[in-house]
């Protein structure tokens, strides 16, 4: 039997479930898992719900009948076939330790996905080690004077391959505010740095001039304030005064890689929803 994951947030009021389990009883759906929860803070209710349904007719039967359940409660909500795969587009720049272990973890099936394009503003023979397995690849150079061009062909391509989600695996270059607005929700960005903390270049020197004992990584939307997006995933590790900045470096990038891949798992999954300037995840 397929299964079906329904997620959706709302100002919170009382028979918020009993409504939404009501609905799938009606249509033969058997949850067979479920979270929630309630922000004090907001008064919004958030629900991940998987489930399955005895045919896919009956899932657009469903889709029509909880609309105006959606209606009714102010919902913003999605529901998916979990066997259909995400189309996800990878930007990049010259470090390539993020986009080759994104490109490992999907080609063994640990992230399932459908890889519509690698973009990046370097060259292909930037990455010489980097099999991209016939993936496309397109060379969109930052050329003085021609970021709203660039970003307009980005922009075209990500239209013309149907990209549901665009990943900034180490792609460094700022989005424009118009690009970043367009793109809200569904475009990630690895961050060099436990945010907030030593931003612009470097990070690394700048930490290790400060004596600092944890470095990180945080995974974040992408939003038109730089760096400042909601948060979906960070991960830290301890390092001493006999670490360099080469060493920073090179447990930073390992510290990278595995913070990209567990925020594109939980997108993946949908297992991310926005709450303002913050996230909630429903963790496995």
Same mark, same amino acid.
């Given at each position: 039997?397929t299964?079906?994951?329904?997620?959706l947030s709302?100002?919170?009021?009382?028979?918020?479930?009993?409504? %939404?389990?009501?609905?799938?009883?009606?249509?033969?759906?058997n949850?067979?898992e479920s979270?929630q929860y309630?922000?004090?803070?907001? =008064?919004? $209710?958030f629900? #991940?719900?998987v $489930? %399955?349904?005895p045919?896919?007719? !009956?899932a657009d039967?469903?889709r029509?009948? $909880?609309?105006?359940?959606?209606?009714?409660f102010?919902m913003t909500?999605?529901?998916?076939?979990?066997?259909?795969?995400?189309?996800v587009?990878?930007?990049?720049?010259?470090? =390539?330790?993020c986009l080759a272990?994104v490109?490992?973890?999907?080609?063994?099936?640990?992230l399932?996905?459908?890889?519509? &394009?690698?973009?990046?503003?370097?060259?292909r023979?930037?990455?010489?080690?980097l099999?991209?397995d016939?993936?496309?690849?397109h060379?969109l150079?930052?050329?003085?004077?021609?970021?709203?061009?660039?970003?307009?062909e980005?922009?075209s391509?990500?239209?013309q391959?149907?990209?549901?989600? !665009? %990943?900034? &695996? #180490?792609?460094?270059?700022?989005?424009? =505010?118009?690009? &970043?607005a367009?793109?809200?929700?569904?475009?990630?960005n690895?961050?060099?740095?436990?945010l907030?903390? $030593?931003?612009?270049?470097r990070?690394?020197?700048?930490?290790?001039?400060?004596?600092v004992?944890?470095i990180?990584?945080?995974?974040?939307?992408?939003?038109?304030d730089?760096?400042?997006?909601?948060i979906?995933?960070?991960d830290?590790q301890?390092?001493?005064?006999?670490?360099?900045?080469d060493?920073? !470096?090179?447990i930073?990038?390992?510290?990278?890689r595995?913070?990209?891949?567990?925020a594109?798992?939980y997108?993946?999954?949908? #297992?991310i929803?926005?709450?303002g300037?913050?996230t909630?995840?429903?963790?496995a």
């Open positions: 039997m299964q079906y994951v329904l997620t709302c100002p919170d009021r009382p028979g918020i479930v009993n409504a %939404v389990t009501g609905q799938l009883l009606q249509h033969g759906g949850i067979m979270q309630n922000d004090l803070a907001t =008064d919004r $209710f629900m #991940r719900t $489930f %399955v349904l045919s896919a007719g !009956v039967a469903l029509g009948t $909880f609309g105006a359940l959606a209606r009714d102010g909500w999605s529901l998916r076939d979990r066997a259909q795969p995400r189309r587009m990878l930007l990049a720049s010259r470090f =390539d330790h272990d490109l490992y973890r999907w080609r063994i099936g640990e399932p996905m459908q890889i519509t &394009a690698v973009v990046s503003n370097h060259p023979e930037t990455y010489p080690y099999s991209l016939g993936l496309p690849f060379h150079p930052v050329e003085p004077g021609r970021k709203h061009e660039q970003e307009a980005l922009w391509l990500i239209e391959t149907g990209t549901e989600l !665009v %990943v900034l &695996a #180490r792609y460094m270059q700022v989005l424009s =505010d118009g690009l &970043a367009r793109l809200t929700g569904r475009c990630i690895i961050h060099h740095s436990f907030p903390g $030593f931003k612009g270049a990070p690394y020197h700048q930490a290790h001039a400060r004596g004992k944890l990180g990584a945080t995974a974040h939307f992408v939003t038109a730089l760096d400042e997006g909601p979906i995933e960070q830290i301890r390092v001493s005064h006999h670490d360099t900045p060493d920073m !470096v090179r930073g990038r390992d510290i990278e595995r913070v990209l891949a567990q594109l798992r997108w993946l999954d949908d #297992r929803l926005l709450n300037h913050r909630v995840v429903f963790a």
